[in-house]
């Protein structure tokens, strides 16, 4: 009888053991794979998470881009572990484990091929985009670009754009005439090379373009900073170059340059400098770094300037506690100064610039640290600005404009904004000083470095990856 309970114990255990083995998540290949399709749900939550906001949700960034420090797993691993400080990413050594780390770093590794194939431009596939109040056809008019930084208009109707890279190209009808020779020495790397540029009001009479770029210091050891330039053109070279604004203190850092530049019409140049990835800086009036400046168009300091009086202070700030400007426009139906600002993790902002005042950064912010930490408990503290509207998540806001004219008869008097993560426009509409409405505007084109009105009364976007200038014709 022993033996024949045995015998029947033994087949139970061959019949039902595996099944409950397999039921438990326990078998060999069963959890084999569970775990790697777990742990790879998780490394791309991780990425949309913390690395998005930067590298994009579908991993474009890294189209035509070569990996600085080794494209393999160890080496994108390593980047994430340690980050890269100078260029403006932080080291997640603290908010991942090492098995973490490592997954991001394959996820990334073995989805390249399709951020690499990802489509970016989206023109070819639509006619037109439907809006809330209007439908949009964007015509491209200029291909071939890289980073196109600063578009302007030449009253003969030929347009400048700048290359980040340090080239400034003259177009006439879409069609590359010339490349002006005589720039200043540009330190073109991470966010950093030639940027804005923009036409004196008085382009006419006295010829002069202003552009913003990143110089070196005169001693290496101190690295680069953003500086202001004015100069002439002629047989598409420069001449009369005076530098007329230099950011201090220089720093070895690649990121948080600003800069746009605008004028008031009253003889007075408004642009903003980041504070370098450097937060003290935006909060210290003795520095130039996280400010929006004044001066005036021939670069000596207005004597009302609000710091002007100010013992140490840096004369030129007309605002501070920025963190990186990457929009600056007067408002051409009340005169008003408003900003676009990079936040960290969240918390991109919409300013109404006003002199003398303190915009909060780092002491407030609706963002976070890239890595997920608390940067600051507060979003608001008394003798600090408010945004007029904030961003979460991040859209990377460059480049605006008020839309004027006739073209745009719905959208008139509204702000339009680039943005650089979801390479989209975004429209922000005002009643007064309030923001009442946002919309999102032409997806999936490209990161959107640029917006402005023509003189033809025309939208032109500056937009990278592909690097092309589009013209927006509204139906």
């Known amino acids: 009888m022993k033996k024949i309970i045995l015998l029947i114990l033994s087949l139970a255990a061959i019949l039902f053991l595996p099944a409950y083995f397999s039921f438990q998540g326990n078998s060999p290949e069963t959890t084999e794979t569970d775990l790697q399709d777990s742990s790879m749900i998780k490394a791309k939550q991780n990425y949309a998470e913390y690395c998005a906001s930067c590298h994009y949700d579908n991993l474009s960034w890294f189209a035509n881009r070569k990996f600085k420090y080794g494209d393999s797993p160890g080496d994108i691993a390593t980047s994430i572990k340690t980050g890269y400080p100078d260029f403006g990413m932080p080291s997640y050594r603290n908010t991942f484990s090492d098995k973490e780390i490592n997954d991001i770093a394959n996820f990334i590794h073995t989805s390249l091929d399709l951020g690499l194939t990802e489509r970016v431009n989206s023109l070819g596939d639509k006619d037109y985009y439907v809006t809330e109040v209007m439908n949009i056809r964007p015509d491209t008019i200029i291909t071939g670009l890289n980073v196109p930084w600063g578009i302007a208009f030449l009253p003969d109707g030929d347009m400048l754009v700048t290359e980040?890279?340090?080239?400034?190209?003259?177009?006439?009808?879409?069609?590359?005439?010339?490349?002006?020779?005589?720039?200043?020495?540009?330190?073109?790397?991470?966010?950093?090379?030639?940027?804005?540029?923009?036409?004196?009001?008085?382009?006419?009479?006295?010829?002069?373009?202003?552009?913003?770029?990143?110089?070196?210091?005169?001693?290496?050891?101190?690295?680069?900073?953003?500086?202001?330039?004015?100069?002439?053109?002629?047989?598409?070279?420069?001449?009369?170059?005076?530098?007329l604004f230099k950011a201090i203190p220089d720093s070895k850092t690649n990121h948080h340059?600003?800069?746009?530049?605008?004028?008031?019409?009253?003889?007075?140049?408004?642009?903003?400098?980041?504070e370098r990835g450097r937060s003290e800086n935006a909060q210290d009036i003795a520095n130039d770094c996280g400010k929006i400046h004044r001066i005036n168009d021939d670069g000596s300091i207005p004597a009302d300037n609000p710091f002007y009086n100010t013992a140490g202070a840096s004369k030129s700030i007309w605002s501070y506690g920025h963190r990186n400007p990457q929009g600056l426009v007067f408002s051409p139906f009340t005169g008003e100064l408003w900003e676009s600002e990079h936040a960290p993790k969240g918390g991109d902002e919409l300013n109404l610039i006003e002199p003398g005042k303190n915009y909060g950064w780092p002491e407030i912010s609706f963002g976070i640290n890239y890595d997920g930490t608390i940067l600051t408990p507060d979003t608001a503290r008394a003798g600090m600005e408010q945004p007029k509207t904030y961003w979460i998540p991040?859209?990377?806001?460059?480049?605006?404009?008020?839309?004027?004219?006739?073209?745009?008869?719905?959208?008139?008097?509204?702000?339009?904004i680039g943005s650089l993560r979801f390479r989209n426009l975004e429209r922000v509409v005002l009643d007064g000083q309030r923001v009442v409405h946002k919309e999102t505007l032409l997806y999936d084109i490209g990161r959107m470095r640029n917006v402005v009105m023509g003189p033809d009364g025309y939208i032109y976007v500056g937009v990278e990856n592909p690097g092309m200038i589009i013209r927006l014709v509204g139906m």
């Not at 003259?170 to 200043?184: H, N, T």
């Not at 800069?259 to 903003?272: A, E, L, M, Q, S």
């Not at 460059?398 to 008097?413: L, S």
Request: with cysteine; net charge neutral.
């Open 394 to 416: 991040s859209i990377a806001p460059c480049g605006m404009c008020f839309v004027t004219g006739d073209n745009y008869p719905a959208w008139k008097g509204n702000i339009l």
């Open 164 to 243: 980040r890279e340090g080239k400034l190209l003259r177009y006439r009808d879409g069609k590359k005439m010339a490349e002006i020779k005589g720039l200043p020495e540009i330190h073109a790397a991470g966010q950093g090379g030639l940027m804005d540029i923009e036409l004196h009001p008085d382009y006419n009479i006295n010829h002069w373009i202003y552009f913003a770029f990143t110089s070196p210091s005169k001693n290496p050891d101190d690295g680069w900073g953003t500086a202001i330039m004015r100069a002439r053109i002629k047989d598409d070279k420069l001449i009369d170059k005076e530098l």
């Open 257 to 274: 340059f600003g800069c746009k530049i605008t004028f008031d019409g009253n003889g007075h140049v408004f642009f903003g400098v980041g």
